[in-house]
């Protein structure tokens, strides 16, 4: 692997590794692509008050998260493609976390058996499992049972997704999640022979393209399957009742929701627009996080994702109050460009980066963060 300092180092090797088709369904949102840049952008406008002279000689990076210290606050995000981004991508970003203590995520669209996830993260920090529901909601319940039985710690559901988004790139690419032959993605593949035989040769050689692996079989017997426009809190309740582990909403961007999903006794919300992927008109997360945490923080967790490129990206985001961060596209990039390693990189750059921007703001603990370590007129909603 290439020498990598930082995350856009990594984005860049994964931008030249990967096939158009497939860089574009990873990197790029929905429709006109403003909410991605809007994300970085409204992250980046933040500015910290730093303080000096205080001995910040020894950093922690740990939290406490559903009563259990983590090494840090990062937590992998679901992303329903890793498999494309390297060989057995899903796996080896599953076992950087496992490494770096890191929970991490499956998606509903996985390609990797959950009980394979659940034996590569068993002596690490574990699995969450993601869930689009189903019009079927009876399919539904058996990913969440299986969920429960193979012991994921939290389900996530994610609530910002009723209908399919416009990618209208994708459809022009001829780009799916699991990918099925066609002429412009065979075009594409192409361009990018490196990763046609480190990537597709090798599933050729070892069973296949990548499928879905978590489906119920009615499903991967030719079923179809799309999320459900109908999802509501009845469902949530029944999630609640179902799932023995914590229930987090995925995708929550407005505060009622957010009063109304503790109201449910639900244990936390992931204040995210899906990485710009979903709605091109919502809002950067950023500028909703300060009053979620002000209507819920004080009763359940919330955790930010959305445009995490830097350690100081996370500092933010706990100052204005969340609980813990997901990371989604930098592990990506780090799986596209070195496997395992690149993943672990990712991590490793990212903690390093934690570890600087506390001791520049002048914490020698994630605890101590708050609204004062920011210059608040360049806090979005404070
Ligand atoms: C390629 C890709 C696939 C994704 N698939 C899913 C998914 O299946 N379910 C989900 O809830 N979120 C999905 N997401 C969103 C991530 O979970 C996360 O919210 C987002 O990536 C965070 O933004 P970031 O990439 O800027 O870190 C996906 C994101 C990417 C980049």
Redesign the pocket.
């Known amino acids: 692997m290439k020498p990598a300092y930082n995350i856009w180092d990594l984005r860049e090797q994964a931008r030249r590794k990967l096939p158009g088709a497939i860089w574009e369904?990873?990197?790029r949102g929905t429709e006109d692509d403003i909410l991605?840049a809007h994300?970085n952008a409204a992250l980046r406008r933040i500015r910290f008050d730093p303080r000096t002279l205080r001995d910040v000689t020894t950093r922690d990076l740990s939290i406490e998260l559903f009563g259990k210290r983590r090494a840090s606050p990062l937590i992998i995000?679901?992303?329903?493609?890793?498999d494309l981004a390297c060989f057995r991508g899903e796996s080896c970003i599953a076992g950087a976390a496992a490494a770096a203590g890191l929970p991490f995520?499956l998606?509903?669209?996985?390609t990797t058996g959950m009980d394979t996830i659940a034996r590569i993260t068993r002596d690490g920090a574990g699995f969450w499992q993601?869930m689009?529901l189903w019009e079927r909601r009876d399919l539904s319940w058996q990913v969440v049972d299986r969920a429960a039985s193979l012991g994921a710690e939290a389900l996530?559901v994610?609530v910002?997704?009723p209908v399919w988004p416009n990618r209208e790139f994708n459809r022009r690419n001829g780009m799916a999640?699991p990918i099925r032959a066609n002429p412009l993605l065979a075009w594409s593949i192409m361009q990018r022979p490196g990763w046609m035989a480190a990537v597709l040769g090798r599933y050729m050689l070892n069973g296949g393209l990548p499928a879905f692996a978590n489906y119920p079989a009615e499903v991967a017997n030719g079923g179809r399957v799309t999320n459900s426009p109908s999802v509501s809190w009845q469902d949530v309740e029944e999630l609640k009742r179902r799932f023995p582990g914590k229930l987090l909403l995925?995708?929550m961007l407005n505060r009622e929701d957010a009063l109304r999903a503790a109201g449910h006794g639900v244990d936390g919300v992931?204040v995210?627009?899906?990485?710009?992927?979903t709605f091109d008109a919502s809002p950067a997360s950023i500028e909703v996080l300060a009053e979620i945490v002000d209507a819920v923080a004080d009763r359940m967790t919330v955790i930010f994702?959305?445009?995490?490129?830097r350690g100081s990206d996370v500092l933010k985001a706990i100052a204005i109050g969340a609980h813990a961060v997901?990371?989604?596209?930098?592990t990506?990039y780090g799986a596209a460009a070195g496997g395992r390693a690149g993943a672990a990189r990712a991590i490793a750059i990212l903690k390093e980066e934690i570890g600087t921007a506390m001791a520049m703001v002048g914490v020698t603990t994630l605890d101590e963060l708050d609204r004062s370590f920011l210059r608040r007129d360049t806090v979005p909603g404070l």
């Open positions: 369904f990873i990197e991605t994300n995000a679901p992303t329903g493609i890793a995520s998606a509903t669209s996985s993601q689009y996530i994610t910002d997704t999640n995925k995708g992931i995210s627009n899906h990485g710009g992927r994702d959305s445009g995490i490129r997901m990371i989604g596209r930098a990506l």
